[in-house]
C-alpha cells in the first residue's frame, strides 16, 4: 500500500529555518506530482507547493522566495526547506501525492501523510 512518511518539523523562532522531508513508497513516485499541504487551527488546508515528476516547482504567494520544494526520485522523498519562518506559518504540514501523467491525460489519485507539526514563535 502507499505510504508517505513525513518529518522534520518542530519549534522554531521567527526567521529560523525548518526543512522538512517525506518519504514515499508503494508508488511509482517519479511519475507523481507531490504536494506540500499546511492546515492552521481553525483553518481550511491549503496547498503551500508541488513539483512535478519532472521536477518543476510551483509555490503560493504566502510562501514564495522563502520556500523551497524539491525532490529526488531516486531515493523517493520529497522535501520543503522552508527559510525566513513567521508566526503565520505555523500549522500541521502534510505531504500529498498527487496523481501523474500518462501521455496527455492527467490521473489524479491522492495519498496523503499523517502530517508534521510546525511552530513559529518567539
Known amino acids: 500500500q502507499v505510504q508517505l512518511v513525513e518529518s522534520g518539523g518542530g519549534w522554531v523562532q521567527p526567521g529560523g529555518s525548518l526543512r522538512l522531508s517525506c518519504a514515499a513508497s508503494?508508488?511509482?513516485?517519479?511519475?507523481?506530482?507531490m504536494t506540500w499541504y499546511r492546515q492552521a487551527p481553525g483553518k481550511e488546508r491549503e496547498k503551500v507547493a508541488h513539483i512535478t515528476g519532472t521536477s518543476i516547482p510551483n509555490y503560493a504567494d504566502s510562501v514564495k522566495g522563502r520556500f523551497t520544494i524539491s525532490r529526488d526520485n531516486g531515493k523517493k522523498m520529497v522535501y520543503l526547506q522552508m527559510n525566513n519562518l513567521k508566526p503565520a506559518d505555523t500549522a500541521v504540514y502534510y505531504c500529498?501525492?498527487?496523481?501523474?501523467?500518462?501521455?496527455?491525460?492527467?490521473?489524479?489519485?491522492?495519498?496523503w501523510g499523517q502530517g508534521t507539526q510546525v511552530t513559529v514563535s518567539s
Open positions: 500529498n501525492a498527487d496523481g501523474y501523467f500518462d501521455g496527455p491525460l492527467y490521473y489524479r489519485d491522492m495519498y
Open positions: 508503494g508508488l511509482t513516485f517519479s511519475t507523481y506530482t
